[in-house]
Nanobody, 121 residues
Framework: AQVVESGGALVQPGGSLRLSCAAS????????AGWFRQAPGKEREGVLC????????YYADAVKGRFTISRDYTKNTVDLQMNSLKPEDTAEYYC???????????????WGQGTQVTVSL
């Protein structure tokens, strides 16, 4: 199984960005999926994740009310909508797929290469 992220960019504080995680060759909605981020010098942290069974989600406190995770069943993607972006959201963002929803990176089985999000003037 493989996932590929897209949509990273340079955006100004307060702006919005939408990242997409695409799967090919298999239905991504049969896997739990998560978005993680890693800033330079910091550990990879869970941002949001979504289950494969009932659509339940987990949001890290730092992004509640600003970020949303959703599935696009037509495109076979898991998308991350980011609003009200802050400089501290700057990081490499990774998509991961796994057999059950979890918040720790070690619990996911398949990872993308990452996409850079930079929030700056």
């Amino acid at each position: 199984a493989q996932v590929v992220e897209s949509g990273g960019a340079l955006v100004q504080p307060g702006g919005s960005l939408r990242l997409s995680c695409a799967a090919s060759g298999y239905p991504l909605d049969t896997y739990a999926a998560g978005w993680f981020r890693q800033a330079p010098g910091k550990e990879r942290e869970g941002v949001l994740c979504i289950s494969s069974s009932d659509g339940s989600t987990y949001y890290a406190d730092a992004v509640k009310g600003r970020f949303t995770i959703s599935r696009d069943y037509t495109k076979n993607t898991v998308d991350l909508q980011m609003n009200s972006l802050k400089p501290e959201d700057t990081a490499e963002y990774y998509c991961a797929a796994g057999y059950s929803m979890a918040v720790l990176p070690a619990d996911y089985n398949f990872w993308g290469q990452g996409t850079q999000v930079t929030v700056s003037l």
